[in-house]
T-cell receptor, first 112, second 117 residues
Framework: SQQGEEDPQALSIQEGENATMNCSYKTSINNLQWYRQNSGRGLVHLILIRSNEREKHSGRLRVTLDTSKKSSSLLITASRAADTASYFCATDGIQGAQKLVFGQGTRLTINP | NAGVTQTPKFRVLKTGQSMTLLCAQDMNHEYMYWYRQDPGMGLRLIHYSVGEGTTAKGEVPDGYNVSRLKKQNFLLGLESAAPSQTSVYFC????????????????FGDGTRLSIL
């Protein structure tokens, strides 16, 4: 079963606007990661946030984590056409499992 | 700086045929993973390896076998292909695994698009 569930499944905005994607998960985690996937390509790591962190920034990306609600959000500010991609959250789930569990992704389209 | 390389990029098989997907990484990573990606399903872990000579089952291992004879290579085999195995297969690697104390991302190849007729 999927550990992470992204919301919305698809998001279409105008260039320059901010995009917010959400991820919910079911079990306790050590960290949560966000990845981007461009069409026809592999996943690229964007940012990792640990369970004892509440917010993290990387350039135009801002990730928040609320462990009490078992949820995370990814905010992309001042979106660009090149941000068009699918975005996935991934959690480490059960301790000792040595694997990531990915959500189903949010497909983001930036309209020029 | 190649990173993770998957071969082939595309393949069409007939039901019952066998084939091997090759993954090679040049980053000296200990951990390697094979995933499949299907529409609306996200990525699902097939098998993974925590080091040379080791393999372990993931979420959907049935119908697949793997081998990690060399640290840099991780092979995924389909012994008797079935239409349900039509998918995009991704290989990934990381210096270490996940869990407490780990802050290493996974590095992905660009995938192998496999169709089983």
């Amino acid at each position: 079963s999927q550990q992470g569930e992204e919301d919305p499944q698809a998001l279409s905005i105008q260039e320059g606007e901010n995009a917010t994607m959400n991820c919910s998960y079911k079990t306790s985690i050590n960290n949560l990661q966000w990845y981007r996937q461009n069409s026809g390509r592999g996943l690229v790591h964007l940012i990792l946030i640990r369970s004892n962190e509440r917010e993290k920034h990387s350039g135009r990306l801002r990730v928040t984590l609320d462990t009490s609600k078992k949820s995370s959000s990814l905010l992309i500010t001042a979106s660009r056409a090149a941000d068009t991609a699918s975005y996935f959250c991934a959690t480490d789930g059960i301790q000792g499992a040595q694997k990531l569990v990915f959500g189903q992704g949010t497909r983001l389209t930036i309209n020029p | 700086n190649a990173g993770v390389t998957q071969t082939p990029k595309f393949r069409v098989l007939k039901t019952g045929q066998s084939m091997t997907l090759l993954c090679a990484q040049d980053m000296n990573h200990e951990y390697m993973y094979w995933y499949r990606q299907d529409p609306g399903m996200g990525l699902r872990l097939i098998h993974y390896s925590v080091g040379e000579g080791t393999t372990a089952k993931g979420e959907v291992p049935d119908g697949y076998n793997v081998s990690r004879l060399k640290k840099q290579n991780f092979l995924l085999g389909l012994e008797s292909a079935a239409p349900s195995q039509t998918s995009v297969y991704f290989c990934a690697s990381s210096p270490r695994g996940v869990g407490v104390g780990s802050n290493q991302p996974q590095h992905f190849g660009d995938g192998t698009r496999l169709s089983i007729l």
